[in-house]
């Protein structure tokens, strides 16, 4: 019987290329994100009833994916380069120049929670569709935010055969020697 992990908090947020449906070997972490920020999305099944004349209950109940899953969060303050990587556009010198057109943005996501007892929980979205834009602006009591998207698609071998596109896995923290 394994033990149950405690999922709670967010350690780090990172992200990778999104490659033929394979986990990136590394992330390039996220330096803040806002509290409170994060939410998953996970959308219930859309259920497709068969029914028949006289009967009270359904004959059979097929179960159908409903909308996309997806992951929110928030940076406050967002480099240049933050910008740049998850809208688009460009970088000159440190001033993001925002694209014409939506850019069509995937990424490899990882967010890892809190070590509890030894352990921590990391969710993986191996091809994510990004969509992001400035959510909040700055004020007296608060920081611009840029709020990032991340939508589940599904994630493809080269050989064309599907991989799973969502990943949840309970790992041991290894103490540092």
Known sequence: MSERSIAIGVASIGYGEAVNGVVPASYTRLR??????????????NQVK??????EDPLAIINRKGDAD???FSIPSPTTDELVTFCGGTKNGDKWEAP???ETINKAF??????????YVEYTIVNGAVSAKISQAPGSEQTDLLLVKVTRQSAIAADGSLKPSFIREVKTVNPQA
């Not at 990882?110 to 352990?119: L, N, R, V």
């Open 100 to 102: 014409n057109s939506v």
């Open 70 to 72: 997806s992951i929110e």
């Open 110 to 119: 990882c967010i890892a929670t809190q070590p509890y007892e030894g352990k």
């Open 50 to 55: 068969i029914e028949v004349e006289g009967r």
């Open 32 to 45: 803040d994100i806002y509290k409170g920020s994060v939410a998953f999305n996970f959308a219930d099944a």
